[in-house]
């Protein structure tokens, strides 16, 4: 029985297209700190934009009082840019950065 002529099926060989991957969480939704919005307008808008937990907005206002910003999310430009516009319309400054 002569097996060189027929091709294991295990051994097959297989062309694979291999794309650039993108890094998706490439930008962060920077929450800036002003003197006119409260913790609880600030904590609020974060729950309800990005969908934190209470206590995720509550550490994320902290730490925009104290230390002047904070990356409140990470992602795609396209995904953060509505969240970044619906922050800013709620009168808080952010950015996409």
Known sequence: MN???TPHPMFEEEEVLVEELVDLDAYDLV???DDFNTFDH???ILVKVC???VEQAEQCTLIIHYKGKCAVKKGGYEELKPLCEA?????IQAAIV
């Open 51 to 53: 969908k934190h937990t």
């Open 31 to 33: 929450v800036y700190n």
């Open 3 to 5: 097996q060189m002529n």
């Open 87 to 91: 922050i800013l319309d709620a009168g």
């Open 42 to 44: 600030v904590a609020n």
